[in-house]
């Protein structure tokens, strides 16, 4: 949000002097910044094919061929993180968007518009009982093999993830923003937008937005946690990428029953989520003060 | 703790069953776990293994397998044979007769007219019945006095031991079913969930997909047993958390089933609490190859026998795919000692173990690649072989679980050592083994090139189990997609072998025919067999008697089970 | 506000049949088979035999009809005749599962005790922690305290409980054996012993889902605060030199309460749901372990009823949550 801001805009470079002020979020902002680099740029400095088993060197530990050790079939973990973190941070950052973005919109305008209140709270409600396991099973029957002729099929299944983890997860985003929304605009500057008559999308942006931020800022960093997490639930069941297709939430799951004997192997991808989801927490925090409409100038 | 646990048992020994039994119930309480809760207890409405070991305890059948596979008389008094006039001459009469003096758990009479219900209650058509293949050609049932009970078979069967043997189709109590046929089988919860048995045990509480608390039964034939007063059947979880209930905490004596990574089992067992046993049966883990075209633009065509596959119809490629594979890294990453390389999709009973194709057990990544070049598959640019613009590109699916992505990885690495490219696919279970003829991903539509998954047969005769890949009898759209034959094999020498399998009743023959039509599948790489797979479970130190059985029950002489102290 | 609780009620009856209908447009689409988990020794024209005594051969409306009747008509029956003990109901045919060709409604009852016990517990408990934690993290927002708070809240939610439990039984169970690994639901409470074996086998996965849940609702009830705690009446308040306890717990926290009770409320469906892994990984088998046992074995029937009483909860506590609203804050209106 803040690069979609013009650079030469005064708001956007008051929201990012506003944002460096906060430690917090320099801090998380210069650990996310790290880990894409080390997902995105590491593969090329770490050439080693995170597919490519050496059997001899299974369940190794640290060496210099292998810096973070080996798994059970001799798969390096470092190039598996990396790999793995790129698959990991890309549907958490996506799915977390969409889902943001449909809770946010459905929330906003339940909210605002009484209208329509009522039947997209009927449609949360719907989306609240459907059951994830069978609709997902269903997803895949009919959209797999189309998307894997259109896209291929690495490209298709994230598409698929991506979609199935957004679409399952805005509800209780939608609820909590429209609860926000219903109290905001009784306030008195909304009302006074409204007598001045000021149109609707104005109302929504200029003074509404800016005013639920906070739970959606919350939901974002809570929505990261939950895609990769839910993304490693899912190429479990068979449903998410190839077996043989690292992602972080992938690489704790099949480290759990080593736990005892390999402890370090589980240590690396659960640090990796909960860094990552912590440093996207601050970030959250640090945006949202300095986006606050109320603390600005001050 | 253990003191109060003994006089409890004591005294519960003694309410149940008087001063001529008492040591019955003398070891007081045993707790088994299965990470997979047993649903309801009869066999013939659930045809999970989860569900038929756990009734095992209360219901048993006239005869059953023993822990080497051999037949032995159970609630029979022998077993029938053409040697001893049980079996007639023309291989259609079996005539039983029933132990004297049997009672079922409520104390009345265990008779031929039990026995003789108890077919009719799987035979009715609106029931359901799982078990119904155990009953095939059975023309009669009959009750000739008390004990005796005499089964007609339409055609020659040379080996008669489908009906009331083994742990899949043990006797019920007319009494208590009799109002329970057909349609009106699942209203008959109580009947389902306590079934009044001749087993040791008898089901004092029933939680479906939970627990099942279970005493001994009263009225046990062997007043000495069973040792334990009382079972807690405690089901749920998975394997891992299974066995360190057993290994490494011991609140459980038993765990069923144990597929877990060599060395996580090993660490476990270490901890000197309980004792990993395994026993092997006829569980072959293999590859099957689609001889049949499964592309999609095919459309109702896909994957049946109008269109041979690209390349895996050249035998060529099916070898080298097998030569490629190097079974014995796939037992010790996979299954340690509960697994076996193989060569072989019938690999016992040792008379029907083939072994004429162990050449398969060396890896010879060489000899695959002079193989494909001399049937002209070439390298391309990309490393990948091609011939006539066909490039050896493979879809290799199998149901999703830990120690099988760890094959597929493997088999896909030495397949891209010899430039052949596989995309793996994983589906769920319950879609993968599913008939759902609307779902693309089952394994009998197999819109794949390659998958993979485990087969066995029961009892101890391969004959139906090999007569699934006679020609005709492969999935496809006319059959709703039913079929036994996965690869869609067809050979006519391979079907004639079959038809004097059926007439032939000499077992040494018989087993050559088995020997010789296994061969055949093999040596034809229609199924890449991988692994022979065992049983694994685990029992506490203290607890003696186990003797693991894959033929039938795993628990099918809990009976002698008992505490060592 | 009670003309506007009616008209909701009134819709919610269309809605739950709606959603009835799509819940099994939706498992009768999707690619299961009951007979999937059968051994693959048992062959193909058996399992079709087994899938028409199931009546899967009918019609799809005659097959949701019938679940209609059955849930609607003959399962209130069978209630009412168990209550008053007259034989309201006949031999009207229950909702049967196909697993264990009993009663649904009977397995769900049997299994609400130990779900309510450990999920619902463990749901207080996690609103315990997180409503304090939240406001005292607001109050002094970047202190230690609220540091603290903020990294070991994202570790609970990041870390998923597959892990969290399994790490928890290897720990106290394994090394050191103060918790039994696996539960007991037979279990039954009568004296002081017996309320201690209760207590321990509920430790641990009471403690995963709490931290899960306190995790969850503490950064809502964070962020909502100091959202309010900028507010002009705060200020104002502070101005009038009222103590901090009075400006915090009368003005700010009612005002801010909004988010943690939409969150509160959506979960509450959730407790009945079970929790699916946390009940598989320690045993406690209640309704989470039957949903999913339920769905892997394409049992309809059962997944259809457990679904639909989800969302008759859902829609429920949805109300309730949007008439707190009300309450919490009067500017709302809804009418």
């Known amino acids: 949000m803040i690069e979609a801001a013009p650079p030469g805009s005064s708001r956007g470079r008051d929201v990012w002097l506003r944002f460096r002020r906060h430690k917090g979020a320099l801090l998380g902002g210069g650990f996310f910044v790290f880990v894409l680099c080390f997902v995105a740029v590491g593969p090329a400095l770490w050439t080693v094919d995170p597919q490519f088993i050496d059997i001899q060197a299974r369940n190794s530990g640290m060496s210099a061929a292998h810096p973070l050790g080996a798994d059970q079939l001799g798969r390096d973990m470092l190039a598996r993180l990396m790999a793995g973190g790129r698959a990991s941070v890309a549907v958490g950052v996506a799915a977390m968007l969409l889902s943001l973005l449909i809770g946010s919109l459905i929330g ?86 409204r007598s001045i008559g000021a149109p609707a999308h104005r109302i929504v942006r200029r003074h509404i937005l800016p005013n639920v931020l906070s739970p959606i800022v919350v939901s974002a960093t809570l929505g990261i946690a939950n895609a990769i997490i839910t993304e490693s639930a899912l190429s479990f069941l068979g449903l998410g990428f190839p077996s043989d297709f690292a992602t972080w939430g992938r690489l704790l799951f099949d480290a759990t029953d080593y736990l005892q004997r390999y402890p370090s192997r589980v240590l690396w991808p659960g640090l990796a989520i909960s860094l990552t989801v912590l440093s996207v927490n601050y970030m959250g925090d640090g945006l949202r003060d300095a986006l606050d409409p109320r603390t600005r100038g001050r | ?96 007769t029933l132990r004297e003096g049997l009672l079922w758990s409520d104390g009345s009479p265990v008779t031929a007219a039990d026995v003789v219900f108890t077919a009719e209650y799987c035979l009715d058509p609106a029931g359901g019945c799982s078990q119904l293949a155990k009953f095939d050609d059975v023309t009669a049932v009959e009750a000739t006095d008390d004990l005796t009970v005499e089964v007609t078979f339409g055609i020659p069967k040379p080996y008669p031991y489908g009906p009331f043997v083994g742990a899949t189709s043990p006797i019920l109590q007319k009494a208590q079913f009799a109002d329970c046929v057909g349609a009106k089988a699942p209203e008959c919860t109580e009947a389902n969930f306590k079934p009044v048995g001749t087993g040791p045990f008898r089901v004092t509480e029933f939680r479906p997909n939970d627990v099942i608390s279970l005493e001994a039964n009263p009225r046990y034939r062997d007043p000495a047993k069973p040792a334990f007063a009382t079972v807690t059947f405690k089901g749920g979880g998975d394997a ?124 010879d990544i060489d000899g695959a690649k002079r193989l494909l070049d001399e049937a002209g598959w070439r390298p391309g640019p990309d490393g990948i072989r091609q011939k006539d613009g066909i490039r050896l590109s493979i879809l290799y699916q199998t149901s999703a679980n830990a120690v099988r992505q760890d094959f597929q990885a493997l088999v896909k690495q030495w397949w891209s050592e010899i430039g052949v490219e596989t995309e793996l696919r994983n589906i769920d279970a319950s879609v993968f083994f599913g008939g759902d003829p609307g779902s693309p991903d089952t394994y009998q539509k197999f819109f794949a090139d390659i998958q993979m998954y485990a087969n066995n047969f029961e009892g101890a005769d391969p004959e139906p189990y090999l007569g699934g890949w006679r020609c005709g009898n492969e999935p496809r759209p006319a059959s709703q997609w039913q079929g036994e034959n996965v690869p869609r094999y067809c050979d006519e020498d391979y079907d004639r072998l079959l038809g004097r399998m059926a007439k032939t009743g000499d077992l040494g023959e018989r087993a050559a025919l088995a020997r010789a039509m296994n061969d055949m599948l093999v040596r034809d790489h229609a199924l890449i067999p991988l692994v022979h797979r065992g049983r694994v479970s685990a029992h506490a130190r203290s607890l003696g008697g186990v003797l693991l059985n894959t033929w039938d029950s795993e628990i099918w002489n809990i009976a002698d089970w008992r505490r060592i102290r | 506000m009670p003309v506007y609780t009616v008209r909701r009620i009134l819709v919610a009856v269309p809605t739950l049949l709606l959603i009835s209908l799509i819940l099994f447009l939706l498992l009768d689409l ?76 009977d397995i769900v009852v049997e299994r609400l005790p130990q779900t309510l016990w450990v999920v619902g517990l463990s749901y207080v408990i996690g609103i315990l922690i997180a409503v304090p934690v939240g406001i005292v993290s607001a109050c002094r927002q970047y202190s230690w305290f609220d540091q603290l708070g903020t990294f070991a809240s994202m570790v609970g939610f990041s870390v998923p409980t597959f892990f969290s439990g399994v790490l928890l039984i290897v720990v106290f169970s394994v090394e050191l054996g103060w918790f039994p690994s696996i539960y007991d639901t037979t279990h039954k409470v009568t004296d002081w012993n017996g309320f201690l074996v209760q207590v321990r086998q509920m430790a641990m996965p009471v403690t995963v889902l709490a931290l899960y849940n306190a995790a969850q609702i503490s950064r809502f009830m964070r962020a909502s605060m100091l959202d309010n705690l900028k507010l002009d009446y705060v200020r104002t308040a502070w101005a009038k030199g009222l103590p901090e306890r009075t400006v915090v717990l009368a003005h700010v926290l009612r005002n801010s309460a909004g988010p943690a009770v939409t969150v509160i409320a959506l979960g509450v469906p959730g407790v009945f749901a079970g929790a699916i892994i946390t009940e598989q990984v320690f045993k406690v088998n209640g309704l989470g372990q039957l949903l999913i046992v339920s769905i892997q074995a394409s049992d309809i029937p059962t997944v259809q009823t457990l679904t639909f009483i989800f969302a008759v909860l859902i829609v429920l506590f949805n109300l309730i949550a949007d008439l707190l609203y009300g309450v919490l804050d009067p500017r709302i209106r809804y009418d």
């Open chain 1, 108 to 193: 906003v305008l339940a909210g605002f518009f009484r209208w329509i209140d009522g039947p997209l709270m009927r449609l949360t409600d719907l989306f609240l009982a459907l059951p994830l396991l069978p609709l997902l099973l269903v997803v895949i029957l009919l959209f797999r093999d189309t998307l894997r002729t259109a896209v291929g099929p690495e490209t298709g299944v994230f598409v698929l993830v991506v979609g199935v983890i957004g679409a399952t997860s805005w509800m209780q985003t939608a609820r909590v923003v429209r609860g926000e929304v219903l109290t905001v605009k009784e306030r008195e500057f909304v009302l006074a937008a």
């Open chain 2, 240 to 363: 891992a958390a299974a066995a360190r209930a057993v290994l490494e905490t011991g609140e459980f004596d038993y765990a069923w089933n144990l597929q877990l990574a060599p060395d996580v089992l090993e660490d476990m067992q270490a901890a000197g609490k309980g004792a990993v046993v395994s026993s092997f049966g006829t569980l072959v883990e293999r590859l099957v190859v689609n001889l049949t075209d499964p592309s999609p633009d095919l459309g109702d065509a896909r994957s049946t026998r109008a269109h041979p596959h690209p390349f895996l119809s050249d035998p060529a490629v099916r070898k080298a795919l097998s030569m490629a594979i190097d079974r014995n890294l796939l037992v010790e990453i996979g299954y340690g000692r509960a697994g076996r390389p193989t060569c072989n999709v019938v690999p016992a009973p040792a008379i029907y173990a083939s072994d004429a194709n162990e050449d398969c057990l060396a890896r």
């Open chain 3, 30 to 105: 999707a690619p299961g088979d009951p007979t999937a988990q059968l051994p693959l020794t048992i062959p193909p024209d058996v399992k079709e035999r087994i899938r028409q005594s199931l009546g899967l051969g009918e019609p799809i409306h005659v097959r949701y009809l019938l679940w209609l009747q059955q849930f609607f008509v003959n399962e209130p029956l069978h209630l009412l005749s168990g209550l008053t003990g007259l034989d309201l109901a006949g031999d009207r045919a229950r909702v049967i599962s196909w697993q264990t060709r009993s009663p649904v409604v």
């Open chain 2, 1 to 96: 703790m253990k003191q109060p646990c003994l006089t409890i048992a004591m005294a519960g020994a003694l309410l149940v069953s008087g001063a001529a039994t008492a040591e019955r119930g003398r070891d007081g309480h045993l707790g088994v776990i299965y990470w997979q809760a047993p649903s309801i207890l009869n066999p013939y409405l659930s045809g999970g293994t989860k569900d038929i070991e756990a009734a095992s305890m209360v219901l048993e059948p006239l005869a059953r397998f023993d822990e080497a596979g051999n037949l032995v008389p159970w609630l029979a008094a022998s077993t029938p044979t053409v040697a001893n006039g049980g079996v007639s001459a023309d291989l259609k009469t079996v005539t039983w």
